[in-house]
């Protein structure tokens, strides 16, 4: 296991540890995932933010950029020993 950082809420999410994870853990035990914008651009995102990006059609930059305007970030101590920058 490990944790990323959510790039809207900013709250830490744990994800598998590889790909072998994700499939034994399945969603359960992941948070969230690496969205991979048709522009070539990457977010790592927490299910929740996912959810709020439009669905009717393939989120691009200024759809992650409008949702990270709208979201609170969201303030965490307990195990934020993770610093991303
Ligand atoms: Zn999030």
Redo the contacts with the bound molecule.
Sequence with gaps: MASES??????S?RIAGGIGDLWNFAFESTQ?MTLELTDGSEFF??????EELPGDHEPTESDVEALRER?EP?EEDGNSFWHWG
């Design positions: 959510c790039d809207v809420c900013e709250r999410v969230g995102l927490c299910f929740e933010c996912m979201t969201v």
